[in-house]
C-alpha cells in the first residue's frame, strides 16, 4: 500500500525557516496529487498547499497556496517525483501545527486551500505528521 512520511519539523524562533519533506513509498508523485494540511491545537485541519504536477501549464505543474502562506511557503518536487517539500520561511507563531501531507487520485480541486472543508474524504493517503512549532 503506498505510504507517506513526513520530516524536516522542529522548533524554530520567529521570522525563521524550515523545509519539510513528504517522501512516498509505493506510489510516484505522478500518480496523485500531493496536498499539505496543518491541525493547530483545538482548531480543524486546514489545507495549505495542493501540487499536482500531472497537470503541467508549462511551469512546472499546478500549485495552490492559501492566502495566509502565500509568499512564505513554496511548494517543490525532487527525487524524481518521489518526494514533495514545503519550504516555510518568515515563520509566524500562528502557523504552529501539526503538517500533514497527503495524496489523492482527484486534483487540486477537492482540496479546500486555505479551508477545512472535506479533508476527511478527499485524500486517500495520509502522512503521520510532523510538528512545526514557532517560538515568538
Known amino acids: 500500500e503506498p505510504q507517506l512520511v513526513e520530516s524536516g519539523g522542529g522548533l524554530v524562533q520567529t521570522g525563521g525557516s524550515l523545509r519539510l519533506s513528504c517522501g512516498a513509498s509505493?506510489?510516484?508523485?505522478?500518480?496523485?496529487?500531493i496536498a499539505w494540511f496543518r491541525q493547530a491545537p483545538g482548531k480543524e485541519r486546514e489545507g495549505v498547499s495542493c501540487?499536482?504536477?500531472?497537470?503541467?501549464?508549462?511551469?512546472?505543474?499546478?500549485?495552490l497556496y492559501a492566502d495566509s502562506v502565500m509568499g512564505r511557503f513554496t511548494v517543490s518536487s525532487s527525487n524524481a517525483g518521489s518526494t514533495v517539500h514545503l519550504r516555510m520561511s518568515d515563520l509566524k507563531a500562528e502557523d504552529t501545527a501539526v503538517y500533514y501531507c497527503a495524496g489523492t487520485y482527484a486534483d487540486c480541486s477537492v482540496v479546500d486551500v486555505g479551508g477545512h472543508q472535506n479533508w476527511e474524504h478527499a485524500m486517500n493517503y495520509w502522512g503521520q505528521g510532523t510538528q512545526v512549532t514557532v517560538s515568538s
Open positions: 509505493g506510489f510516484s508523485f505522478d500518480e496523485y496529487a
Open positions: 501540487l499536482d504536477v500531472r497537470r503541467s501549464d508549462g511551469s512546472g505543474g499546478k500549485i
